[in-house]
């Protein structure tokens, strides 16, 4: 640089530097089915690796657990009716174990949802498809498959093969497998190490047993079916589990059990009044929700101004229409000796308010006023209102010619879109008094046949037992989410070389399986070298993972978990670390610059204990350069080619421990 202009010239000598790469080493997917799985605009998120903070977060996008339709138990009727087997018609296990993940302190994770699991036949395509959208999201370093174990075991071994190759060809991955339960565990065992394949096992590692979680599961009496274990055969007759030496007890048995199917009866008579609203005993929303769907579009319509095709207008006629089968639920509800005293009191007390009465009367006027000013709202729904509301107030509306009466509620002078909004605005009124009211009284026969069900699956013998043998049934889960957790949070407290082991689980109540020491030998070490780590409570000190092992047991190098995974981490920081170097020239320089980066990284690494070596010579090295790595040829062709040397830590698998008895001579 020449200087002729006198004054201070500032040089910056800072050789370049480049940045070093963050890289995670356990953000998990979890692919499996879900409730639903739409974003914030609707679009669908089926088969898209979506990333999620936390489970308010994950409810927001793919809502909550699959209730099943149905629960099977099996009875001995030759030993008091006793319960052998209890299962439900269907489940899935995603939304337990990303809860079960993060009470175990995971972070960030991503969901690739296979679709909605309502009607879901869990399929091995299913999850092939969906390993196929990962490869396209980068940062996965975690594999996990909760709802896999619904796969026949050989499909489920395929899907475990194809996501260790997955792995290898990525570099950065690892997968986290479940075993499939079987009816004896051995058997579940056997057919895992049979299925899994001989290929890659060093990417990935297999947990063992499933565990009791802490969640309950809401189910009902209405959805139980009894099995004779004997026969085969279903048990239709409820009463039989009422018998009891005691002729008083027996019968104050079999009155609950009386009460709870008459209030489940009187349950069920509302939804027949609403079936028009595919409203279910879980969820009184879609009346509201439709409501609101509706009153969107009007406005979206309405908003326009002109509408020369009529199609806010016609919407809202809908509207009005979608408004009086609201009242005409009412009368539907009122039939002689229908229900039970409290349900039939509160009807009495809405039809003695003012308050309602004179929004029925509103929505009647409404429909008048709309009716004069031309829009099309058909007579006979005009007629059915006023039949409503004679049925609710005694009164003849007709005869008494009550709703000429009514005075129009639209504004005089006004746009038609400024009326067809102050119509609209009415009726959202008195739509959400109407489904308050409706709301308010399914929730009072909902509560009335919760309690008789409370009495009854805490008082009543069997029932008891059922409830208790079901409850545990609905906790089990495959192990792989607490795990993939603990990984996540070793990682963040020690490093990755941590050994994800000898670490509590949360959330949880035990295995599934008590497995003692002689049961883990052949577990942990196993001739086909396919190790299996194991879930145990340990005395005084908790659920505790108690193996650190690969699939590739017999791997002097990548037998443990913590040595893999520690390579993944320091491939993929090298990696990217290189990136930036591509297309720079190929020459001392950026050699020098490129091993002082992998250097300092190594560094800091042998400082936290993932390496062995009293020095950072014996803990790595790093080389690159002319004679070193590359050829002449190589540089030539454009190969920068750089060697990386790890003296990774090992876990303390087996600690022995010497005695030596020594006696004193007197």
């Not at 008083?248 to 069920?268: F, I, P, T």
């Amino acid at each position: 640089m020449q200087y002729k202009t006198p004054g201070i010239y500032i040089k910056d000598l800072t050789p370049p530097q480049s940045a070093i790469p963050f890289v995670e080493t356990a953000l998990p997917v979890f692919i499996g089915y879900t409730e639903e799985a739409k974003d914030g605009a609707g679009k669908d998120l089926s088969y898209k690796a979506f990333r999620v903070r936390d489970l308010e977060h994950y409810i927001s996008f793919f809502k909550g657990a699959y209730r099943p339709r149905s629960y099977e138990i099996e009875v001995d009727p030759q030993n008091e009716h006793k319960v052998l087997s209890s299962k439900a018609d269907k489940r899935f296990f995603l939304y337990d174990c990303i809860q079960q993940y993060f009470d175990n302190g995971g972070g960030d994770c991503f969901i690739i949802s296979l679709g909605n699991y309502k009607e879901a036949q869990p399929k091995l395509l299913d999850f092939q498809k969906a390993l196929e959208a990962a490869s396209k999201t980068p940062e996965i370093t975690l594999i996990l498959y909760p709802d896999s174990v619904l796969l026949e075991p050989k499909d489920l071994g395929a899907l475990q093969q194809a996501s260790l190759q997955h792995c290898f060809e990525h570099k950065n991955r690892f997968l986290i497998a479940d075993i499939k339960e079987a009816d004896r565990w051995e058997e579940g065992v056997q057919d895992f190490r049979n299925n899994v394949g001989i290929n890659q096992l060093r990417y990935g590692a297999a947990y063992f047993p499933w565990l009791f979680s802490t969640y309950d599961h809401a189910f009902y009496f209405r959805e139980l079916r009894f099995r004779d274990i004997d026969t085969g055969n279903l048990i239709q007759d409820d009463s039989v589990f009422s018998s009891s030496a005691d002729l008083d007890l027996a019968r104050k048995h079999q009155e609950m059990l009386s009460q709870l199917k008459l209030r489940g009866e009187y349950v069920e008579k509302i939804l027949k009044c609403l079936s028009g609203f595919e409203i279910s005993r879980e969820n009184f929303s879609p009346l509201s929700q439709e409501w609101n769907k509706r009153a969107r579009e009007f406005s979206i319509e309405n908003s326009k101004g002109e509408d020369p095709e009529n199609k806010a207008e016609i919407l809202l006629t809908q509207n009005l229409e979608f408004l009086s089968q609201i009242i005409l639920s009412f009368p539907k509800l009122e039939t002689d000796e229908q229900f039970p005293d409290e349900l039939n009191d509160y009807l009495f007390e809405l039809k003695s308010k003012s308050a309602f009465t004179e929004v029925i009367t509103a929505s009647i006027g409404l429909h008048k006023a709309v009716e004069d000013e031309g829009l099309l709202i058909d007579e006979v729904e005009q007629e059915d209102i006023v039949a409503a509301y004679t049925a609710l107030s005694g009164t003849n509306w007709l005869q008494e010619g009550t709703v000429e009466e009514v005075p129009l509620v639209l504004i005089e002078g006004e746009d038609a879109s400024s009326k067809r909004n102050f119509v609209q605005k009415q009726a959202s009124e008195y739509a959400r008094v109407l489904a308050v009211a409706l709301s308010s009284l399914f929730d009072l026969a909902l509560s009335h046949e919760a309690l008789a069900e409370e009495q009854l699956f805490s008082q009543h013998p069997f029932f008891k037992q059922v409830f208790e043998h079901l409850s545990l049934q609905l906790k089990r889960l495959p192990p792989s989410a607490a795990i993939a957790g603990v990984y996540s949070a070793t990682d963040r407290l020690r490093g990755v070389f941590k050994a994800p082991a000898n670490v509590i689980l949360e959330a949880t109540l035990g295995p599934v399986i008590e497995i003692d020491d002689r049961d883990q030998e052949g577990l942990n070490v196993h001739s086909t070298g396919k190790s299996i780590n194991v879930i145990r409570p340990m005395r005084g000190r908790g659920i505790r993972i108690w193996g650190a092992r690969t699939l590739a047991g017999n791997d002097n190098e990548w037998r443990y978990v913590p040595v893999r995974r520690f390579f993944n981490y320091v491939e993929d920081f090298v990696k990217l670390a290189a990136e930036p170097f591509v297309f720079e020239p190929n020459d001392a320089n950026t050699w020098t610059r490129l091993r002082f980066l992998i250097d300092n990284f190594l560094t800091a690494q042998w400082r936290k204990g993932a390496l062995a070596g009293i020095t950072t010579e014996e803990a790595f090295f790093v080389n690159v350069g002319l004679n070193e790595t590359m050829s002449q040829q190589d540089i030539l062709e454009g190969r920068m080619i750089i060697e990386v040397g790890l003296a990774a830590t090992r876990p303390a698998e087996f600690i022995v421990i010497r005695y030596l008895c020594r006696m004193e001579n007197n």
